[in-house]
């Protein structure tokens, strides 16, 4: 009984065990012939493990470092000499007074400051020496490892004098350190403006990337195929009253940062709504040319998220400094508008620099929104 129960259950597996191996056959030979989910399926692995292994980089390296040596003796030059061996500042400009530090640090031209004062190398003979290090503290992660690197390369430098001159005794070498814009290096003044960059991406490009493709999916995408409608003017059409809702979400995400998260807001208000609404252009654009080229609301979501979150995460400079980052990647960045639009809010927040420091950021934004919107109208074509 039990065998002839056993060989009935095994008949009866065997149409299930062949269905089951058909649909598996069957669904391989579609996969293999979709070379775009197939390319999906082993590309974007080795992009992301690419992205995330080079683009996150806890170091800071190469920081932008700018000099001022009023002694200019061989001990002070030996001692910046120290500095621009290491891997961590990189040496962009000489200063010729402490007038010049303001606007190496207002333009972003260096990160760090290093100043060594008069009679450095008289002080130094006497054990009371000091290397003054002024640190952009805008970017309070940055600011803090910056600080580090300079203790320990004085404390070496201490070190090798004392190997040198064969005395017993340790040199003094004081660093004094100075935050410049951030004193306390309050991390929330850091992340908060960056913050407001993430959202304002997220939500425009979101927004937008399902207006066209909803349009398809609800089949009146006819009517518009067959009016006189143009597709640059469906394009602004779309666009501007997304302009608008994104707008007052500038405005409450500024309020928010301001009077929730207490961050100072050192500069002009109405500069930084202005450079805001370029912004926003700009990837209300990428969610419409999401839109154009999706086939499907949830492809264009999936799709609008992939092309804002990682690139604004792991590229735009919000978490991790862009100079430690490789060649190849740093250049990715520069295709970014949230790169631009990064400096604009800390710049605005922080330092509160106008216009004359961040035109050229500004000018970039203006020309990707541009281009975005020129590309949407571009690629949507009035056919079904």
């Keep these: 009984m039990c065998r002839w129960l056993k060989k009935l259950i095994e008949k009866a597996q065997r149409p299930v065990k062949r269905r089951i191996k058909a649909i598996i056959r069957k669904e391989f030979l579609h996969i293999i012939r979709d070379t775009r989910s197939l390319a999906v399926a082993i590309v974007l692995?080795?992009?992301?493990?690419?992205?995330?292994?080079?683009?996150?980089?806890?170091?800071?390296?190469?920081?932008?470092?700018?000099?001022?040596?009023?002694?200019?003796?061989?001990?002070?030059?030996?001692?910046?000499?120290?500095?621009?061996?290491?891997?961590?500042?990189?040496?962009?400009?000489?200063?010729?007074?402490?007038?010049?530090?303001?606007?190496?640090?207002?333009?972003?031209?260096?990160?760090?400051?290093?100043?060594?004062?008069?009679?450095?190398?008289?002080?130094?003979?006497?054990?009371?020496?000091?290397?003054?290090?002024?640190?952009?503290?805008?970017?309070?992660?940055?600011?803090?490892?910056?600080?580090?690197?300079?203790?320990?390369?004085?404390?070496?430098?201490?070190?090798?004098?004392?190997?040198?001159?064969?005395?017993?005794?340790?040199?003094?070498?004081?660093?004094?350190?100075?935050?410049?814009?951030?004193?306390?290096?309050?991390?929330?003044?850091?992340?908060?403006?960056?913050?407001?960059?993430?959202?304002?991406?997220?939500?425009?490009?979101?927004?937008?990337?399902?207006?066209?493709?909803?349009?398809?999916?609800?089949?009146?995408?006819?009517q518009i195929v067959v009016s006189p409608i143009r597709s640059h003017e469906l394009i602004l059409g779309k666009l501007v009253p997304y302009v608008i809702i994104a707008f007052f979400d500038v405005i409450l995400v500024i309020i928010a940062a301001k009077y929730i998260f207490d961050v100072p807001l050192a500069g002009s208000g109405p500069l930084l709504l202005a450079t805001s609404v370029l912004f926003l252009i700009g990837a209300l654009g990428l969610g419409l040319l999401v839109s154009v080229i999706a086939n499907s609301q949830l492809v264009a979501m999936s799709i609008a998220l992939m092309a804002t979150m990682l690139p604004m995460i792991l590229l735009s400079g919000f978490m991790y400094p862009i100079n430690s980052m490789p060649a190849p990647i740093r250049g990715l960045t520069y295709l970014l508008p949230a790169r631009y639009y990064l400096v604009i809010v800390r710049g605005i927040f922080l330092k509160g620099v106008g216009l004359t420091v961040l035109w050229g950021q500004c000018a970039l934004l203006l020309v990707a929104a541009v281009a975005l919107i020129l590309i949407s109208a571009r690629k949507f074509k009035k056919v079904l």
């Excluded at 951030?182 to 207006?211: C, D, K, Q, R, Y």
């Design 45 to 222: 692995p080795i992009v992301l493990l690419v992205l995330y292994g080079y683009g996150i980089n806890l170091d800071v390296r190469h920081l932008r470092t700018a000099v001022l040596d009023d002694d200019s003796t061989c001990h002070s030059r030996a001692l910046l000499a120290s500095f621009e061996k290491s891997e961590y500042f990189d040496f962009v400009k000489r200063l010729d007074s402490y007038s010049d530090i303001q606007d190496q640090l207002d333009y972003n031209r260096a990160k760090v400051v290093i100043a060594v004062p008069k009679n450095f190398s008289r002080d130094l003979s006497r054990g009371k020496a000091s290397v003054q290090i002024i640190v952009d503290g805008s970017d309070s992660s940055s600011a803090s490892l910056a600080i580090g690197y300079a203790s320990q390369i004085a404390q070496a430098y201490s070190k090798n004098l004392v190997v040198q001159s064969g005395v017993g005794e340790l040199p003094g070498l004081n660093v004094i350190t100075r935050y410049w814009y951030n004193p306390e290096l309050n991390s929330a003044n850091f992340i908060v403006p960056g913050l407001i960059a993430v959202i304002l991406m997220l939500l425009s490009s979101l927004l937008t990337s399902m207006t066209i493709v909803r349009e398809r999916e609800r089949g009146s995408i006819e």
